[in-house]
């Protein structure tokens, strides 16, 4: 893209009271954004109101520093993932956005742009930002597995779920294909949270981080939301790993489910809160799914010989008696005392152990939750 063209790009985007859909009006009528600014007040005003098209003749005063940021983002590259901005009508702008109701104008992208993107091999996961123990490890361990059979797994790069979801398709994908993208909701230029500034620059390694938000844009509430329509829209389906009632994750899957799009969801304790959403989506019609196995039997034309089995659970036999008595439900020690007969030390020190061992997990409020690892 040349800079005269960025400029005219930026300017449609920055210009107060016009939003996507009067945007594309306004290209549909006039074509390229250049020729929008051209136009009489006359002639804009068969298209927009008289405010908006006196805004439209008026040029942002951002303008000059947001073109002189993001042109120079773009020219230096080197040291760093690769760079790009999409305009909505470029050969290479996603086709699976231009199915969504609200197409982004402009998409900045940065990673593995030498990568295509399938949509039809690509699975949004998405889920709690504060999720239990046993839902970080299901979102890594299924992230994993469905990307050793070959799907990208897209999310938003947030705490919690979204994180460990990316962290499980970088370990599962190999880098004849993209691992993982993230949909963030700030300018490329920052990273969101701050703890996943590695996680972001391995992202960029092995697959791609896209944005519709111009560059300095900061971490605004109301732009996460927006973005989770992306997330839908990049993907085949849409994996919900743990979400309570009111997460953000809830919107994704009804954005896909509005797309036509397969919704599954993983059950758990009805205790936690973070399952009560997806226990809503099943519900309402989403496919409750226990492996990865069972994602797999529902997206077409993944290959049988790449699907994961299931592994067989443990012998109730060998299985520890402490584990037993833990079940997978968050417990109270005395509720433990009371099932076990054990002494408080040597519980404590039993539970330890296991702790270390990566098979509880400490929670807060003195509760102890068992981890099924596979």
Known sequence: M??????????????????????????????????????????????????????LLAEPPELPAQLETTWHWLQNQEGSAPRQILALGDTAYPSALLQIEDPPLLLYAMGRLDLPLHPSQALAMVGSRNPTPQGALNARQFAQSLSQAGLTIVSGMALGVDGAAHEGALAGADDSRLATIAVVGTGLDRVYPKRHHQLAHDIAQHGLIVSEYPLGTPPLAANFPRRNRLIAGLSCSTLVVEAALQSGSLITARLAAEQGKDVFAIPGSIHATQSHGCHALIRQGAKLVESAQDVLEDLPGMPIADRVPTPPPASMATEDSLLQALGFDPVSLDALQARTGLATAPLQARLMTLELDGQVARLPGGLFQRIATT
């Open 2 to 55: 040349e800079r005269d063209e960025l400029a005219n790009w930026l300017r449609l985007t920055l210009t107060p009271g016009i939003g996507n859909l009067t945007a594309r009006k306004l290209l549909a009528a006039f074509g390229l954004p250049e020729a929008i600014f051209s136009q009489s007040p006359s002639a804009l005003q068969q298209v927009v109101t008289p405010a908006q098209a006196d805004a």
